[in-house]
């Protein structure tokens, strides 16, 4: 099965920046597209973005591109996000997924983890 768990959220100024964690059991990287969502409140997850091998480049959300990175750790079986220059808009529970041979859909999930930006 697969199983996900993300770290590495918390609170940080505007203009900061932070790198979210996602420790993946379960998943090959050259199976699976892996993805970072995002959801604030009253709003329905977005995608921020995703990376698979089939897929060619990642891909970013137009809101994100340019400040956060996705990337994998194959060895350690982690996938990151690295985000900076943070907006107030960037907060959110974000989601660590993982979609079976295509980035059009997800069907596992982590629990999420708390991202605070403030002024």
């Known amino acids: 099965q697969v199983h996900l768990v993300e770290s590495g959220g918390g609170s940080v100024q505007a203009g900061g920046s932070l790198r979210l964690s996602c420790e993946t059991s379960?998943?090959?990287?050259?199976?699976?597209?892996m993805a970072w969502f995002r959801q604030a409140p009253g709003e329905q997850r977005e995608g921020v973005a995703g990376?698979?091998?089939?897929?060619?480049?990642?891909s970013y959300a137009d809101s994100v591109k340019g400040r956060f990175a996705i990337s994998r750790d194959r060895g350690k079986n982690t996938v990151f996000l690295e985000m900076n220059r943070l907006l107030l808009e960037d907060t959110g529970i974000y989601y660590c997924?993982?979609?079976?041979?295509?980035?059009?859909?997800?069907?596992?999930w982590g629990q999420g983890t708390q991202v605070t930006v403030s002024s």
């Open positions: 379960g998943v090959t990287f050259s199976t699976y597209c």
């Open positions: 997924a993982a979609g079976v041979r295509t980035c059009a859909a997800h069907e596992d």
């Open positions: 990376i698979y091998d089939g897929a060619g480049s990642p």
